[in-house]
C-alpha cells in the first residue's frame, strides 16, 4: 500500500489529487489495473466530479452546507457534526481504471480530496491491483 500526506488549509476544501496518484501509479510500475484510494478519516472525503469550472466544486459547497450546515442542533459534543454528516456523503474511497500507465479519469473529471474539518494535515491510502 501507498500513502500520502496532504496539509489543508480551510474549513473546508476540494483539493485535485490525481497528479499524485498519477505519479504513485508510476513509482510503482502500474501498467494496466485499478487504483483504490481511501481516506482514513471521518470528517474527510473523496469524490470524482467536474474540474473544468471551478464553480461546480463551489456550487457542491454550497449544497453540502445547506444540508448540513456547520452550525445546528446536534448531539455530537466535538462540533462537527457537519463535517461527519458530509464525509458520509461523499464516501472514504473511490476506484480509478489504470490503462497503460495512465489514470483513466474522463475529460472533464478530477479526483477530489475533500476537507470539511480543516485545517489538518491527512493521509491518503492508495492500493493498486
Same mark, same amino acid.
Given at each position: 500500500?501507498?500513502?500520502?500526506?496532504?496539509?489543508?488549509?480551510?474549513?473546508?476544501?476540494?483539493?485535485?489529487?490525481?497528479?499524485?496518484?498519477?505519479?504513485?501509479?508510476?513509482?510503482?510500475?502500474?501498467?494496466?489495473?485499478?487504483?483504490?484510494?481511501?481516506?482514513?478519516?471521518?470528517?474527510?472525503?473523496?469524490?470524482?466530479?467536474?474540474?473544468?469550472?471551478?464553480?461546480? $466544486?463551489?456550487?457542491?459547497?454550497?449544497?453540502?452546507?445547506?444540508?448540513?450546515?456547520?452550525?445546528?442542533?446536534?448531539? =455530537?459534543?466535538?462540533?462537527?457534526?457537519?463535517? =461527519? $454528516?458530509?464525509?458520509?456523503?461523499?464516501?472514504?474511497?473511490?476506484? $480509478?481504471?489504470i490503462e497503460k500507465g495512465q489514470l483513466q479519469l474522463g475529460t472533464w473529471q478530477s479526483l477530489y480530496f475533500c476537507e470539511f474539518?480543516?485545517?489538518?494535515?491527512?493521509?491518503?491510502?492508495?492500493?493498486?491491483?
Amino acid at each position: 500500500m501507498e500513502r500520502f500526506s496532504i496539509r489543508t488549509r480551510k474549513r473546508c476544501e476540494f483539493i485535485p489529487i490525481e497528479s499524485r496518484l498519477q505519479e504513485l501509479a508510476v513509482r510503482a510500475g502500474v501498467q494496466d489495473g485499478v487504483a483504490h484510494v481511501f481516506i482514513p478519516h471521518t470528517t474527510a472525503g473523496i469524490t470524482i466530479n467536474e474540474n473544468a469550472d471551478p464553480d461546480v $466544486v463551489a456550487d457542491m459547497d454550497g449544497v453540502l452546507d445547506r444540508l448540513a450546515p456547520w452550525r445546528g442542533n446536534y448531539a =455530537h459534543a466535538e462540533g462537527n457534526t457537519a463535517a =461527519h $454528516v458530509k464525509a458520509s456523503l461523499m464516501g472514504s474511497s473511490a476506484t $480509478v481504471l489504470i490503462e497503460k500507465g495512465q489514470l483513466q479519469l474522463g475529460t472533464w473529471q478530477s479526483l477530489y480530496f475533500c476537507e470539511f474539518d480543516g485545517p489538518r494535515e491527512r493521509q491518503v491510502w492508495v492500493q493498486f491491483g
